[in-house]
């Protein structure tokens, strides 16, 4: 069935250096989500991305979508303590189901 | 509401016992989703309803594992004799439309503990 394949599973960063993960799918997407959850909460959605090729921001956040709509990323510039948290990517099955990755856990020193 | 809200947030159970997860969706959201969350993991998907039918209960692990929303709002997610590998936070999650295209808004969980 629909996988998507997340990494890395963890990152450690000084607050203040960047931070980047993919999400890898091996069947083309019709969309993509991604959602963060904070350490003891739930996943809050962030964005969905549509279109081959599209970037989107939200402030520090740059999130891309393949040309071949199988691959996204999210980076973030600059790293903040509040950044902290799992990153999940969440790809549509073409019903209602919808599969999250593993998750990057992002883990931020100040 | 102001959001999804669950309960209880925590429930510990001793092997075998039935257990009853409530969840409360967004007043007015179409869609409604069930999903069991390991630690470390992400949210697995189990089942999902638009208002009160079931559309897709592929996600369901066994047939101890049965959803409910008799009047297309709350929802409740029973576990019969429930056993150590169903401890896990169960997280429900609701959208304005149908189909999981829609944003989900999840509420805070349930916290299963099987002992």
Redesign the interface.
Known sequence: GQQVM?IPQYQHVQEGEDFTTYCNSSTTL??I?WYKQRPG?????LI?LVKSGEVKKQKRLTFQFGEAKKNSSLHITATQTTDVGTY?C?V??G?????????TRLFVKA | GAGVSQSPRYKVAKRGQDVALRCDPISGHVSLFWYQQALGQGPEFLTYFQNEAQLDKSGLPSDRFFAERPEGSVSTLKIQRTQQEDSAVYLCASSARQGSWETQYFGPGTRLLVL
């Open positions: 997340q019709s969309n989500q909460g739930h996943p809050v959605f969905q999940f969440a549509n099955t019903g209602f189901k919808t599969i999250f990755g593993a998750g």
